[in-house]
């Protein structure tokens, strides 16, 4: 029903920025929150950051004052702008849409990789 676009993704030195998008086509407007995830090897998928459709946010505490969660509702965009990024955050970043309500539906991006050397 909703197929989610990402990128932006890319190699940063520490420090650095980068801003991921995500597109969300299909039937979008079934879809009220919108997140980022991410995942490095051997670890769990964890929560990035969410917004909801009408504005409010969370972060994970690692990267609050770093990364800014933002969304274009006319265009069923999502954004996530990476600021000082740290080796730490190299990670796989998947894009997640949700309906939190019923009909419950949840789905996910193909993921971009950012990779920070450190």
């Known amino acids: 029903q909703v197929q989610l676009v990402e990128s932006g993704g890319g190699l940063v030195q520490p420090g650095g920025s980068l801003r991921l998008s995500c597109a969300a086509s299909g039937s979008p407007f079934s879809i009220d929150v919108m997140g980022w995830y991410r995942q490095a090897p051997g670890k769990v998928r964890q929560l990035v950051a969410d917004?909801?459709?009408?504005?409010?946010?969370n972060y994970a505490d690692s990267v609050k004052g770093r990364f800014t969660i933002s969304r274009d509702n006319a265009k069923n965009t999502v954004f996530l702008q990476m600021n000082s990024l740290k080796p730490e955050d190299t990670a796989v970043y998947y894009c997640n849409a949700r309906r939190s309500r019923f009909p419950f539906s949840d789905y996910w991006g193909q993921g971009t990789q950012v990779t920070v050397p450190s």
């Open positions: 917004i909801g459709s009408g504005g409010n946010t």
